[in-house]
């Protein structure tokens, strides 16, 4: 008899977070930066008339799940868009080359 391989039972994942943490830091630039193993996210809350941002939350991650984050925006985006409208950006928004 051959041995057949078995499939390890799916665990649920149960997520905790801090009554702090569900209320959010809002943010309306990012910062990217990377190295050969890691992607770091610098997200800025940037106020009109104001000099200074600073960073409210700065998330490090592997270019593995980086590239996963950007799939789920791109489908959220998608499914945004066909439920309320195209997003649309102005001249001075999106990435600079």
Do not use: W
């Not at 910062?31 to 770091?40: G, K, P, R, W």
């Not at 008339?49 to 998330?59: F, Y």
């Amino acid at each position: 008899m051959a041995d057949t391989p078995t499939k390890p039972p799916e665990v649920q994942l149960q997520v905790q977070m801090t009554e702090e943490v569900s209320n959010g830091q809002y943010s309306n630039l990012v910062l990217t930066n990377h190295t050969d193993s890691e992607f770091v996210l610098d997200f800025l809350y940037v106020q009109p008339q104001q000099p200074l941002a600073r960073v409210r939350s700065r998330i490090i991650t592997s270019p593995r799940h980086a590239k996963r984050l950007l799939k789920a925006l791109q489908e959220n985006v998608q499914r945004y868009e066909a439920r309320f409208g195209a997003i649309t950006l102005g001249e001075d928004e999106g990435p600079k080359h």
